[in-house]
Nanobody, 122 residues
Framework: QVQLVESGGGSVQAGGSLRLSCAASGYTYSSYCMAWFRQAPGKERAGVASIGRYGTTSYAESVKGRFTISRDNAKSTLYLEMNSLKPEDTAMYYC????????????????WGQGTQVTVSS
């Protein structure tokens, strides 16, 4: 069973930074495509960033230059560094995984964490 547990969310003022983590277990982490998604109240879930087996990344246009996705395969952990946060970044952030060589935010993801809340105040 694949298990994903997010952490690191919280409240921050606009312009601040947060680092989200996703601890994975129950599978060979290095073989999976990983991604971060987010969902704000009243809006559909949207892809934020993805990272493939060998570190290839993709980002939603809205976060390019501000967010950085990375992975530590030795620790089976996914990260999302968020800088220059804006109120519109406020959302529940979810970690996702799929065993696929094709990795981008539009790909189908089979496994999801419970989410961690990020709130950015103006």
């Amino acid at each position: 069973q694949v298990q994903l547990v997010e952490s690191g969310g919280g409240s921050v003022q606009a312009g601040g930074s947060l680092r989200l983590s996703c601890a994975a277990s129950g599978y060979t982490y290095s073989s999976y495509c990983m991604a971060w998604f987010r969902q704000a109240p009243g809006k559909e879930r949207a892809g934020v960033a993805s990272i493939g087996r060998y570190g290839t990344t993709s980002y939603a246009e809205s976060v390019k230059g501000r967010f950085t996705i990375s992975r530590d395969n030795a620790k089976s952990t996914l990260y999302l560094e968020m800088n220059s946060l804006k109120p519109e970044d406020t959302a529940m952030y979810y970690c996702a995984a799929v065993r696929s060589a094709i990795c981008y935010i539009g790909a189908g993801f089979d496994y999801w964490g419970q989410g961690t809340q990020v709130t950015v105040s103006s």
